[in-house]
Nanobody, 121 residues
Framework: VQLEESGGGLVQAGGSLRLSCAASGSIFSSNAMGWYRQAPGKQRELVAAISYGDSTYYADSMKGRFTISRDAAKNTVYLQMNSLKPEDTAVYYC????????????????WGQGTQVTVSS
């Protein structure tokens, strides 16, 4: 399984970005996907996750500004990020596993290489 993130970049504070993560390879028909981020000098943290049935889970600090969605037919998960703040600057990683709680716990089997998001003040 390969995960490829895209959509990162430089944006001013208050702006928006939409990240995409496309999964390819030997993917089961049902799986859960999610987004994590890691800022310089900090631990990786969960942003949001979504099950095959579109159940979603958000980290408390991410609720309200971030929205996760997926296109199951395309094996693609999206992260819409609005009202971005400089503290949102991080490398954003996509994760995939078969169960939502595995993705939420951070023990997903498959991870992407990450996409950089930089928010300027």
């Amino acid at each position: 399984v390969q995960l490829e993130e895209s959509g990162g970049g430089l944006v001013q504070a208050g702006g928006s970005l939409r990240l995409s993560c496309a999964a390819s390879g030997s993917i089961f028909s049902s799986n859960a996907m999610g987004w994590y981020r890691q800022a310089p000098g900090k631990q990786r943290e969960l942003v949001a996750a979504i099950s095959y049935g579109d159940s979603t889970y958000y980290a408390d600090s991410m609720k309200g500004r971030f929205t996760i969605s997926r296109d199951a037919a395309k094996n693609t998960v999206y992260l819409q990020m609005n009202s971005l703040k400089p503290e949102d600057t991080a490398v954003y990683y996509c994760a995939l596993d078969w169960l939502l709680d595995v993705v939420v716990r951070g023990t997903a089997r498959y991870w992407g290489q990450g996409t950089q998001v930089t928010v300027s003040s």
